[in-house]
Every structure is written in structure tokens, then in C-alpha cells.
């Protein structure tokens, strides 16, 4: 079946430095990848999607592109910021069929020191 | 335009209890999903409902039920509840359904613990 797997935390880095949370997704069909983030207390949020290979999603200086030949999907950032401090979770959709749900990687917390 | 509310934020409840969590979808949405989320499992969906109809239903067992209304708004309940379902439970709405879209707007929340 589909599944999406993340790299485990707590990832722990000083403001200002680069951020790479890894993504690899199992699926048969076409899916379509995402990275909702979640900050404390508070419901998940789309943070960027890509709907086909070699898409490039980004927001907010964050990016990630759609690998199919690695069926990757990493998170990026060049600079992180205390803020940024939240637990990213990893998505997909699978569009060849019509399951209406989307499958979650286990989620990655990020913190961010001063 | 106001976000996906969810009610109640928090409950505490005992073995064999029934529980019954309210979702308010963003208004014009037609699709809430319901998924649970606990440290060990991540998030596990629950169910999908669309124009009032169980689109699909996730790998629970059946204690775990759920309704959508003609508004939209949608309700999940546990019956006899298990140590085990204790977690926070989110409601999430999306115009379409989600294949289509891939973006669910999620509410806060509704923890619930059960001793």
C-alpha cells in the first residue's frame, strides 16, 4: 500500500542554518506530495505541494521537489528561523484513485535555537 | 472567513464511555476527514465524508462511527471508549475532496483522554 516515510527527530539546529528534513513515499499511481507543518497547540497547516515529478513546491523559504526516480521529496530551507520551530509532516495523495484521503509520514519536530 | 471549528478542545472520559466530537467545516466546504493523532501512530484517518455520504473509512474498528449533516457540519463518536483512544482527534475540510485538491484545511482539535 501507500505509505510515506520521514526522517525521525527531534532535528535540532541554531538559527540561521540549513534545514533538510528527508522524505520517501511508497505509491502506486500518481500522487501528488505535500509538507503540512503543525506549531504547538494549533491544527495542521499546507506548508507546499508538488502535483507531478519534478514540481517544485515552496512557501515562506521553504522548497521541496517532486523526485520520482528517488520517489523523494525532501524539505528544504536556507536559513531557519525560531519561528520556524514546528513538527512537518510529509503527505501524499493518490489521484489515480479516488480515495479522498491523504497518507501521512510520522512528522519530523524541528527546533530552533537562538 | 473562519477556520475549521472544533468542539470540545478537550475531555477527559473513562473506559466504557461514549464520546461524540463536533466539526464546523470553513464555510463552502463540502469534505471533512476525521484523523486521529497519537505519538506512537502519527495520524491515522478515520473517515471522509462528502455531501453528507461515508466516502471511505480508514482502518478502524466499527466503535468508531461518524455523520455528516446537510451543512456540512460532521460528527464522529466512540463508543466504549478503550485506554487506547486517547489522542487528539482532527477534523479537517477541503472544498472538494482531497484527491482533487490535495489541500485539507485542519481544525485545533479535540483532545480526548480516557482513564
Known amino acids: 500500500g501507500n505509505s510515506v516515510t520521514q526522517m525521525e527527530g527531534p532535528v535540532t539546529l541554531s538559527e540561521e542554518a540549513f534545514l533538510t528534513i528527508n522524505c520517501t513515499y511508497t505509491?502506486?499511481?500518481?500522487?501528488?506530495l505535500f509538507w503540512y507543518v503543525q506549531y504547538p497547540g494549533e491544527g495542521l497547516q499546507l506548508l507546499l505541494k508538488?502535483?507531478?515529478?519534478?514540481d517544485k513546491g515552496s512557501n515562506k523559504g521553504f522548497e521541496a521537489t517532486y523526485r520520482k526516480e528517488t520517489t523523494s521529496f525532501h524539505l528544504e530551507k536556507g536559513s531557519v528561523q525560531v519561528s520556524d520551530s514546528a513538527v512537518y509532516f510529509c503527505?501524499?495523495?493518490?489521484?489515480?484513485?479516488?480515495?479522498?484521503?491523504?497518507?501521512f509520514g510520522q512528522g519530523t519536530t524541528l527546533q530552533v535555537k537562538p | 472567513k473562519a477556520g475549521v471549528t472544533q468542539t470540545p478542545r478537550y475531555l477527559i472520559k473513562t473506559r466504557g464511555q461514549q464520546v461524540t466530537l463536533s466539526c464546523s467545516p470553513i464555510s463552502g466546504h463540502r469534505s471533512v476527514s476525521w484523523y486521529q493523532q497519537t505519538p506512537g501512530q502519527g495520524l491515522q484517518f478515520l473517515f471522509e465524508?462528502?455531501?453528507?455520504?461515508?466516502?471511505n473509512k480508514g482502518n478502524f474498528p466499527g466503535r468508531f462511527s461518524g455523520r455528516q449533516f446537510s451543512n456540512s457540519r460532521s460528527e464522529m463518536n466512540v463508543s466504549t471508549l478503550e485506554l487506547g483512544d486517547s489522542a487528539l482527534y482532527l477534523c479537517a475540510s477541503s472544498q472538494y475532496r482531497v484527491t482533487n485538491t490535495g489541500e485539507l484545511f485542519f481544525g485545533e482539535g479535540s483532545r480526548l483522554t480516557v482513564l
Open positions: 508538488a502535483t507531478k515529478a519534478d
Open positions: 505509491a502506486t499511481g500518481y500522487p501528488s
Open positions: 465524508y462528502f455531501s453528507e455520504t461515508q466516502r
Open positions: 503527505a501524499l495523495s493518490d489521484n489515480s484513485s479516488n480515495t479522498g484521503k491523504l497518507i
